[in-house]
């Protein structure tokens, strides 16, 4: 029996998610407590570590903004542009990057500002990819640890000390409680809480071929490079108030293009648009842990009083955690030919990561699949099923 949050609909079953004796989860309580934030006090904070930061004489970018082209990095961009920052804008490319992704990155330049698009080698890419979703069962893995890396990197290179995140992942998603306080990304932050799974960039040296040379994009600065340069990472989720919806809305009215109907496992047609293997990457994580991105987003739309707890439960059993047949279009098997594995293959690695406690399975232990591939959830909500 999976325990859900009485409040929203997140499962007890996510890593670092707490629950209280009520069983309202940490997400929920993190919510909460931002009504008691003075957001106008945060705000002079922001401008005060800004003031810290600007380059006076313009010889150099005030600041690095990591972006994907998303909604969110869209917004971070046109927020660190009104504050009256010169930033550095740097992509980690991600691993298949999509027609829609590549339009939403040329248009966030658009808004008037420097770039840099670090492009890891693919070959490299794709054999990390494969070693990662065998070995921890993500692909995303090298994205991950390259959305963290790159652009620290070239903070230490080009001599920027300030680097501006954008959500704290933590606070809206509820993990533990000084993790969330955090303001400053460090490396000790990237370690525990940066998706790395318990898998090290060192520990890729010797296998599928990879040597040190092969993994210099994915090789954080060291703490003697980073104090060189004095640098340190803000999250503006921190400062202003931070919500994917209205994220959305802003970056749409400054060209940012979105999907025209909701993407696979979805509820919605704005977020992660930029990488057609993120259907997979979510695909796990409801293996894993019995939720998926409908669950998220239906868990933010409930804590803004945009959805109802009955509806989101429907809605997430409607959309949550379907077999990745495709993501935005593109078909798994493309994906998988690219990755040299086979579709049996796949399923095989599915099946290993696949938590038996949380999904219906026949009487001979083996998991019961619908003709599509689809799992049922043991229950999705706090009451056994029928
Ligand atoms: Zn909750």
Redesign the pocket.
Known sequence: MIRY?S??V?PETKPDILFDEQG??S??KHFDARVEVDWDARRRDLEQVLDRYRVADGSNHDCIVPVSGGKDSTFQTLRVLQLGLNPLCVTSATCKLTAIGRRNLDNLKQLGVDSIEYTPNPVVRRRINRLALREVGDISWPEHVGIFTAPVRLAVQLGIALIVWGENSQNEY?GPAAAAEDNVLTRRWLEEFGGLLGLRVSDLVGQEGIGSRDLIPYTYPTDAQLAAVGVTGIFLGYYLPWDGWSNQVIAQAHGFETYPHFVEGSLANYENLDNAFHGIHDYFKFIKYGFGRATDLA?MAI?RGRLERADAIELVRLHDGGFPASYLGVDLDEMLDELDLSHDEFVAICDRFTNKRLFETDRHGELRKDRRGNLTKVNYDNVAQG
Do not use: E, Q
Request: aromatic share 0%; net charge positive.
């Open positions: 949050c409040r929203c997140m309202v989860c997400a929920c509820g868990c804590r």
